[in-house]
């Protein structure tokens, strides 16, 4: 085997159109930087409020001026994906403005914890509309194109919940779950025709939404005993692995399972 003359060039994404949802802020805003940064022209989707539009902007302007590799083309676009068809709506829209989408990352998500015996039917369809609807309406509206073209990146960002779901948690644990089967029948599909499909599950992120949890120091400490690696994540923690997954560098990498989470699983 001989030395890569670059073994970086495998990650590069000059020429690819990424779309990733839940992007104006932690984990979406920075699977989003990291793909621009390789190269990737980037959509950046929001929900479509007056602080999402404005967090938004930010990272489209953040892409405009990446020190490392120059002006990235990139746009914001709002799409509320407990709206019926906003998933369909969205892909268009980035279409009609970007004329493909080669790399998608299924970031956009909602959680309400409820206890089991109070989960109410709003709560249970909101998530649901969010987490799979507006999934499945992307994943059927984009993947037959990649595959057309032979070429294609699906990346779910998955959840801890799948595998240890809290007792509130129920509906979003199980809705999460459903997305990583979904990315495990699309990989058997689609996989000989150039498109992987892989599940990023992040583990104990420092986050707005972990934020209750992780600022009580009783329970801090209890999950910070259970990591291996002694520390929570940040949103960077996410950018390499998906970077992997979203390039050429992961080719060979198909219906994986890809846990994020400094060695939580193990126990």
Not at 128 to 144: E, G, W
Not at 217 to 229: F, G, H, N, Q
Request: charged letters at 20%; a negative charge; glycine letters at 10%.
């Amino acid at each position: 085997m001989s030395v890569l003359a670059d073994p970086f060039a495998s990650f590069r994404l000059d020429g690819r159109t990424a779309l990733v949802t839940g992007a104006r802020r932690e984990i979406g805003r920075a699977i989003a930087l990291a793909l621009g940064g390789a190269g990737a022209r980037v959509a950046v989707h929001h929900a479509g409020g007056e602080e999402e539009a404005a967090d938004a902007a930010k990272v489209v302007a953040a892409l405009a001026t990446s020190p490392l590799e120059g002006p990235v083309a990139s746009a914001a676009f709002a799409a509320d994906f407990s709206v019926a068809d906003a998933g369909t709506a969205l892909a268009r829209d980035v279409m009609a403005a970007f004329g493909r989408i080669d790399i998608l990352v299924l970031n956009a998500s909602v959680e309400i914890p409820q206890p089991f015996e109070e989960i109410s039917a709003d709560a249970f369809d909101k998530q649901i509309a969010v987490n799979l609807r507006a999934t499945l309406d992307l994943l059927q509206a984009l993947v037959p194109a990649m595959a057309a073209r032979g070429w294609g990146r699906v990346v779910t960002i998955g959840s801890v919940q799948e595998s240890w779901p809290a007792p509130t948690m129920l509906v979003y644990a199980g809705s999460k779950s459903m997305q990583h089967t979904w990315a495990l029948a699309l990989a058997r599909q689609y996989g000989a025709r150039g498109v992987t499909v892989n599940n990023l599950a992040p583990g104990a992120i420092e986050t707005a939404r972990n934020k209750a949890q992780l600022s009580d120091p009783a329970s801090r400490a209890w999950l910070l005993e259970r990591i291996p690696a002694r520390r929570f994540g940040t949103p960077d923690d996410l950018a390499g692995a998906a970077l992997l997954l979203c390039s050429d560098a992961g080719a060979y990498i198909n219906g994986a399972h890809l846990q994020a989470d400094g060695g939580r699983m193990l126990g």
